[in-house]
């Protein structure tokens, strides 16, 4: 069966799923949506909520079967939710998640796709604002704090290592976010972390500027492990009109486009427009 748009999947947890959500104008999937547009399918598959135990739970039903659908790309973006604190639910112990990190990365659904060529991106954890996260948790109803920022550094070093061992690309938004913060917060004061507070909604949640770092690391990341696959080297599926209506038809051979289309009935009358 000829594979028409290879697609292009976002898979992790609320930082995945909000990425199709307006900040101030901006909107990371969209953005990525329209470097890709003509070449590739962007998907979205985020769970907000989800840990890599749950998110273990699906994969293999959110995987397109490779007779059907090729994928061009697989980005991996979790451990928000497992880094949070135990007794909360959401915890998923260090060395749980880094196991659990390899049996998605290496999971049947996704190596039956290794011939497309399998790209895969690792995504580590942002850094989080803990007296922000403390306030939201509290409005919340919990009696103290879920997360803690050395606690999350932590589930971030086991994506580095995670990927460094299997050969997978990270993008690292700890580092990124660290250091853009640095640069442009300076004079903020230091106490608790208070320079990343401009990067997030609730203290773990991202806003404009944190998606912005995101999707220009997603960017970055493809032009570094695979150039040959930046948007602008790829082709477009289909072609421009012009090449569509050109005089020896090899794009509507190619992907068997009559040339002639049916003519359109005009509702209010018997005449064809």
Excluded at 80 to 92: I, K, M, S
Excluded at 194 to 210: L, P, Q, S
Excluded at 229 to 254: C, G, H, M
Aim: glycine letters at 6%; one cysteine or more; proline letters at 6%.
């Amino acid at each position: 069966m000829s594979h028409l748009y290879d697609q292009f999947i976002l898979f992790g947890d609320s930082t995945v799923q909000l990425m199709v959500r307006h900040y101030s104008g901006f909107s990371p999937q969209a953005a990525l949506q329209e470097a890709y547009i003509r070449r590739l399918d962007v998907v979205n598959r985020g769970f907000g909520g989800y840990n890599t135990n749950d998110a273990l739970q699906v994969l293999s039903r959110i995987i397109p079967n490779p007779s059907h659908t090729r994928l061009g790309f697989f980005l991996v973006a979790l451990g928000t939710n497992d880094a949070v604190l135990p007794p909360y639910p959401h915890h998923v112990t260090l060395s749980q998640y880094r196991a659990n990190l390899i049996s998605i990365l290496t999971h049947p659904a996704l190596l039956a796709h290794k011939s497309s060529p399998l790209r895969l991106i690792l995504v580590t954890p942002a850094p989080l604002h803990e007296c922000q996260s403390l306030e939201t948790d509290l409005k919340k109803g919990f009696e103290g704090a879920r997360r803690a920022e050395g606690n999350t550094a932590l589930y971030a070093q086991a994506v580095r290592d995670v990927g460094g061992e299997l050969g997978v690309p990270v993008l690292d938004l700890w580092k990124l976010v660290d250091e853009d913060s640095r640069k442009n917060c300076q004079g903020i004061q230091s106490e608790n972390n208070e320079r990343f507070r401009a990067y997030f909604t609730d203290g773990v949640h991202y806003n404009r500027r944190t998606y912005e770092i995101f999707f220009k690391g997603i960017l970055d990341i493809i032009e570094q492990s695979w150039p040959e696959k930046v948007p602008d080297k790829i082709e477009w599926v289909f072609p421009r009109r012009d090449q569509l209506y050109s005089d020896e038809n090899e794009a509507l051979k190619q992907y068997s486009v009559k040339a002639e289309p049916k003519p359109l009935r005009n509702r209010h009358s018997e005449n064809y427009i």
